[in-house]
């Protein structure tokens, strides 16, 4: 009698469970620039908000009127040409420092990296550094515990209510804002967006952390593109590091067939992502350095020569160049491309910004009457120009039209139009009918400042003649 095997389905997990990470304070170069950064980029987003320019607020998103204030610039909708040259400047600057030392924007100023840098500063203040977290969290419930935990959630808890806050601020004038919440008085959506983006920042980078990293954020899945053998990243030398162990520092690793890494675990205990550099290059690494400073300190406990991690190229650390060779190979056919396109780029949008006429008309005609005689038998048109004045101080207009032999304007000039407003103005254009075929003619509209000839701007039309 035949016996067939029945085999059990294996059990496959498709996703990996959260292991607590626990990163380990460091202090050292890279250490001190990463707080240097997190201090600049926090001062410039919370404290911009609150600068005042002309009487009104230095940096505002005016949904409602349809205005962007930065600073002395206003920008309309008709000026999207400018965001979209804005958006192309930041892909470009991430393709080339990325390409120069790969994810520098991931660990210096990505708000990710910044705000778990803040959370984990609260951390490490109220519940101690690694170990003391680790054994914290391990203890049962207790009265300390609640209390330790209590203090930092409400404190993680106000710091992203007051980024919240701020955020809605750059939409709502943050000091009418301010006012709301303290009168309890704040609109639905601005309520909404002070929770949301709260409750966003709390939630990424109080808990989420490296997992927003890890698997939320499409730059760490298309880095690699981007990357080649030149790019500086943050290496671990193997030829110098292996083999590795442990030993008093009293002991020649050469004379015990040691290499320079003494296994002590120091650089996965640092990095926020969890991760092994000693394993090579993974996208999970944001490149925050702070394995090499934790390194470099063993290192300089040992007596050893400090950059066993180090910012390098892969071609330098195979050895196919020495190190003082990289900054050299840096400028290489991709940097140089990526380096023109940018600055021609930033040339234009420089350009456009400064040639850029702080006068914008619209031509609308009158949907009522397509043509129409006069009393005194002219042929009429009626049109309504919306002039848009993008300047912070009135400015007085003159309108003229032509294109048409014998053509006559009829409206109230000149025309002032309020800083930073729109006008509607409402004009006729005139003709004898003995001197005009019947249809279309195409017609122009000229605009012009009264005190400064260089403010002007042209708009064409029809006249039609039926």
């Known amino acids: 009698m035949a016996v067939t095997a029945v085999h059990s389905?294996?059990?496959?997990?498709?996703?990996?469970?959260?292991?607590a990470i626990y990163p380990r304070a460091v202090s050292g170069w890279f250490a001190g620039w990463r707080i240097a950064l997190v201090a600049v980029t926090q001062l410039i987003y919370y404290g911009t908000a609150?600068?005042?320019?002309?009487?009104?607020?230095?940096?505002?998103f005016d949904l409602a009127a349809r205005k962007f204030y930065i600073f002395g610039l206003v920008l309309w909708p008709q000026d999207f040409i400018f965001l979209t040259t804005l958006l192309v400047i930041s892909a470009l600057s991430l393709f080339l420092f990325t390409a120069l030392a790969g994810r520098l924007?991931?660990?210096?100023?990505?708000?990710?990296?910044?705000?778990?840098?803040?959370?984990?500063w609260i951390e490490r203040a109220v519940e101690g550094d690694r170990m003391q977290r680790m054994k914290l969290d391990q203890q049962p419930s207790s009265a300390r515990k609640l209390r330790l935990k209590s203090t930092k959630h409400a404190l993680w808890i106000a710091l992203a209510l007051w980024t919240g806050f701020t955020f809605v601020g750059y939409f709502t004038p943050i000091r009418t804002l301010a006012h709301e919440v303290a009168a309890l008085a704040l609109g639905p959506w601005e309520t909404f967006w002070i929770l949301f983006y709260g409750f966003a920042t709390y939630g990424n980078a109080g808990w989420m952390r490296e997992q927003v990293c890890k698997y939320m954020c499409p730059y760490a899945r298309f880095q690699s593109v981007m990357f080649d053998s030149d790019t500086l990243v943050i290496t671990y030398d193997v030829q110098r590091g292996e083999p590795r162990g442990s030993r008093s520092r009293s002991?020649?690793?050469?004379?015990a067939g040691l290499g320079d890494c003494v296994d002590c675990g120091i650089c996965v205990q640092v990095c926020p992502t969890g991760i092994d550099i000693r394993q090579g290059l993974q996208y999970e690494c944001i490149g925050c350095a702070a394995c090499i400073d934790g390194c470099d300190r063993v290192m300089d406990k040992m007596g050893?020569?400090?950059?066993?991690?180090?910012y390098s190229t892969e071609n330098a650390v195979l050895g196919r160049y020495p190190d003082r060779d990289i900054l050299r190979r840096l400028l290489r056919p991709r940097m140089l491309v990526y380096g023109a396109i940018l600055l021609a780029v930033v040339g234009v949008f420089s350009a456009l910004l400064y040639l850029r006429v702080p006068l914008k008309v619209?031509?609308?005609?009158?949907?009522?009457t397509l043509t129409r005689e006069t009393p005194d038998g002219l042929i009429e048109n009626v049109y309504r120009l919306q002039l848009m004045n993008t300047t912070e101080r009135p400015r007085e207009f003159m309108i003229s039209a032509g294109g048409i032999e014998g053509l006559r304007l009829v409206a109230s000039l000149p025309v002032t139009v309020p800083a930073a407003g729109t006008l509607t103005v409402p004009v006729a254009l005139r003709v004898d009918p003995q001197a005009i075929a019947q249809g279309s003619h195409p017609v122009r509209f000229h605009v012009e400042d009264s005190a400064d000839p260089r403010v002007k701007a042209d708009e064409k039309s029809v006249f039609y003649v039926r």
Do not use: H, S
Request: hydrophobic share 40%; proline share 5%; net charge positive.
């Open 50 to 60: 609150w600068l005042t320019w002309n009487g009104r607020q230095a940096v505002l």
């Open 9 to 19: 389905p294996a059990e496959v997990e498709l996703y990996e469970v959260r292991r």
């Open 304 to 310: 050893y020569a400090k950059g066993l991690i180090r």
């Open 105 to 120: 924007w991931c660990g210096y100023a990505c708000p990710q990296t910044v705000y778990t840098e803040i959370f984990m």
């Open 251 to 255: 002991v020649d690793p050469r004379q």
């Open 362 to 368: 619209d031509v609308l005609r009158d949907r009522a």
